[in-house]
Nanobody
Framework: QVQLVESGGGLVQAGGSLRLSCAAS????????MGWFRQAPGKEREFVAR????????YYADSVKGRFTISRDNAKNTMYLQMNSLKPEDTAVYYC???????????????WGQGTQVTVSS
């Protein structure tokens, strides 16, 4: 089993920054990927970004390109999401997840954290 724990959420003003962390335990990921998703009230869970664990290849949703940066520290089994130039529409619960596939679809991710709240005020 894989356990994922997010941290780093909070309340910020528009234009501010936050860095989210996702600590993984239970296994190493090898050729797998880890990703960030978010879900706002009344909306579907939305893909944000992913990174391949071995090669560090990244992919971003159009809505966050140029503002968010995904990274990982393999030795620490930790993934990060640096969020800059935050907007009120970024407000959501943010989840980290792992998958064997380079995907943007939530149903292809097998393990999920509990989520961390990000709130961006106007």
């Amino acid at each position: 089993q894989v356990q994922l724990v997010e941290s780093g959420g909070g309340l910020v003003q528009a234009g501010g920054s936050l860095r989210l962390s996702c600590a993984a335990s239970g296994r190493t990921f090898g050729n797998g990927v880890m990703g960030w998703f978010r879900q706002a009230p009344g909306k579907e869970r939305e893909f944000v970004a992913r990174i391949s664990w071995s090669g560090g290849v990244t992919y971003y949703a159009d809505s966050v390109k140029g503002r968010f940066t995904i990274s990982r520290d393999n030795a620490k089994n930790t993934m990060y999401l640096q969020m800059n130039s935050l907007k009120p529409e970024d407000t959501a619960v943010y989840y980290c997840a792992s998958s064997m596939w380079a995907s943007m679809h939530a149903n292809q991710y097998d393990y999920w954290g509990q989520g961390t709240q990000v709130t961006v005020s106007s």
